[in-house]
Nanobody, 122 residues
C-alpha cells in the first residue's frame, strides 16, 4: 500500500508565505517524481510544480519566482515553499507522486494526497 499525506495549508493574507509538505509511505521501490496540482472552485485543475528524482523542476508560469519545490529523497518527502502569495493562489493543493512499487517494478503509477486547502485573503 502506498499513501501520500500532505499538510501545511491554511489561511494567509496576500504577501504571506506557507510551506506544504508531502510524505510518501509504503512499499516503494522508486519515486520518479513528486509535485502538486491545485484546483480552485470553478477552475480547471492546474499543475503547479514537479520535481524528479534527479532534482529537475518545473513550475507553472503563474508561480515562477514565488514557489520553490524541494525534496528529501531519504524521507520520501517533498516540500513546497510558497512566498508572496496572491489571492489567485487560493485553491485546494493536491500532492502527487509517480511511484514504482516493490511488488511491481515493471509499472509506474500516480498516487494522490488528500488535499490541503490554501486560502489567501486580499
Amino acid at each position: 500500500q502506498v499513501q501520500l499525506v500532505e499538510s501545511g495549508g491554511g489561511l494567509v493574507q496576500a504577501g504571506g508565505s506557507l510551506r506544504l509538505s508531502c510524505v510518501a509511505s509504503g512499499s516503494i521501490f522508486s519515486i520518479r517524481a513528486m509535485g502538486w496540482y491545485r484546483q480552485a472552485p470553478g477552475k480547471q485543475r492546474e499543475l503547479v510544480t514537479s520535481i524528479t528524482l534527479s532534482g529537475s523542476t518545473n513550475y507553472a508560469d503563474s508561480v515562477k519566482g514565488r514557489f520553490t519545490i524541494s525534496r528529501d529523497n531519504a524521507k520520501n518527502t517533498a516540500f513546497l515553499q510558497m512566498n508572496s502569495l496572491k489571492p489567485e493562489d487560493t485553491a485546494v493543493y493536491y500532492c502527487y507522486a509517480r511511484i514504482v512499487r516493490v511488488a511491481a517494478i515493471w509499472e509506474e503509477n500516480y498516487y494522490w494526497g488528500q488535499g490541503t486547502p490554501v486560502t489567501v485573503s486580499s
